[in-house]
């Protein structure tokens, strides 16, 4: 029953985007500021057409059946686009899976820096003031390093992903970063440091964002005002959660990667859309109990648009021995280290890059099913056309050219082999 639920609301917000963006952006593209007015309707447009002829296909048939005559496979194209449920799971699961071949393998700590609610509405106006948050993430840890022990110049590893949504689907803007629980001193050794506290965290991050916040206002009485009562409301800093501790390399980078590319709400919390309204639910984070919302369609999509961020917004930061100016020292350093007696504690090395897993092979592991094959035969089928959605018939399958290339090439390969062996 469970699954047959699920399969009912796989394509649900794709089916409400459909229904009622049009309306949507005509009425309210006033209400986001201008860097979104163009990135929100590509997005969506993007995500709508996923996985439809619109966007592309290539087509499979199977050309010598003798079983019978099986009609064509279709398979359309995806949009890649990060606000795509499916698509941005993808691009969520390679991005981890590329971050577990390049972060030492040492115990980090998963942590995060939020943003009281007083200040949210200054980075929904301007996004780019969130890549400058990461920045100062990494200076609050580097210069806690660098504290402790200024003769050997602590050098952490950090790595920050922005995320602008909570449970409720509300704009809240934090950054999850991702630290090594330890760093490598000016002697190229590792020291492992003991995790920093959370009053140097919370009070250091209050001081940089305020200080954030003065220079971005010069002159503006209001915010100086605003700052002197955050000052006075939050004595003990801004919220900093640093619980979650990962012991190795492969648990951090997964874990760390379900942040970066996903869209504001998982389908299966939508319990009913009936065009007008949306019933969905989550749950509170302080009371742990489960809320549920239904909120005019209107109401929704702008909750969940909201979070598209700009046309070639970075969402992830790399600082310190993760920074990709440091990239080939760090990779020195550590083959040193393999060779010689620092084995205090196990790097990882970076094999050869990986090749990109296939629509046919993330079938095959999925659901056990090869989506080429002749339903009759079983032979896998041919690649008789491909069709872009920008540039129209891309290839197309002749048969008379194809034995031509083949007999060409063909003969030229033996020709080499037979140089080969006589040579």
């Not at 447009?45 to 996985?51: F, L, M, P």
């Not at 440091?193 to 959370?198: A, M, Q, R």
């Not at 869209?263 to 742990?288: F, L, M, N, S």
Request: proline share 4%.
């Amino acid at each position: 029953m469970e699954k047959r639920e699920t399969w009912k609301k796989r394509g649900i917000v794709k089916q409400i985007l459909k229904d009622h963006f049009h309306g949507f952006w005509e009425l309210h593209a006033n209400l986001f500021p201008e860097e979104l007015q163009k990135a929100i309707p590509e997005a969506v447009n993007k995500a709508t057409r996923c996985g439809t002829k619109d966007m592309g296909y290539a087509r499979y048939e199977c050309m010598g059946c003798t079983e019978g005559k099986p009609e064509p496979v279709i398979i359309c194209f995806t949009c890649k686009s990060r606000f795509c449920h499916g698509c941005g799971k993808k691009y969520t699961d390679d991005w981890a899976e590329k971050q577990q071949e390049r972060i030492l393998n040492v115990p980090h700590r998963h942590t995060v820096f939020t943003v009281p609610k007083e200040l949210r509405k200054y980075f929904f106006e301007d996004r780019s003031r969130l890549n400058e948050l990461s920045k100062e993430v990494a200076k609050v840890i580097q210069y806690y390093y660098r504290r402790k022990n200024k003769s050997k110049q602590y050098d952490v590893g950090v790595i920050t992903v922005i995320h602008t949504f909570g449970r409720d689907l509300k704009f809240n803007p934090h950054i999850h970063a991702l630290v090594t629980e330890g760093a490598l001193d000016c002697h190229k050794q590792w020291k492992s440091v003991e995790y920093i506290s959370f009053t140097y965290l919370r009070k250091s991050w209050q001081k940089l964002l305020m200080d954030l916040m003065l220079k971005w206002h010069p002159g503006d009485a209001k915010v100086k005002t605003l700052v002197n009562q955050l000052y006075s409301r939050y004595k003990h800093g801004f919220y900093v959660n640093a619980e979650q501790r990962m012991k190795d390399a492969r648990g951090a980078a997964k874990y760390i990667g379900r942040y970066l590319a996903r869209p504001a709400i998982a389908e299966y919390r939508i319990i009913k859309y009936d065009y007008h309204t949306v019933h969905y639910w989550y749950e509170d984070h302080q009371t742990g109990k489960r809320i549920d919302v239904v909120a005019p369609v209107m109401k929704f999509i702008y909750a969940l648009v909201q979070h598209i961020p700009p046309k070639h917004f970075r969402m992830v930061g790399r600082y310190g021995l993760y920074s990709r100016s440091k990239n080939k020292e760090s990779q020195k350093i550590i083959n040193l280290w393999r060779y010689m007696v620092h084995k205090q504690i196990e790097m990882t090395f970076p094999p050869k890059e990986k090749r990109r897993k296939t629509y046919r092979q993330r079938m095959l592991e999925t659901y056990e099913r090869d989506p080429i094959a002749c339903p009759c035969c079983k032979q896998t089928m041919l690649l008789v056309v491909i069709w872009h959605a920008d540039y129209g018939r891309i290839y197309y399958y002749d048969e008379e050219s194809e034995r031509a290339y083949k007999k060409k090439w063909g003969v030229r390969a033996n020709e080499r082999k037979e140089r080969q062996e006589t040579g």
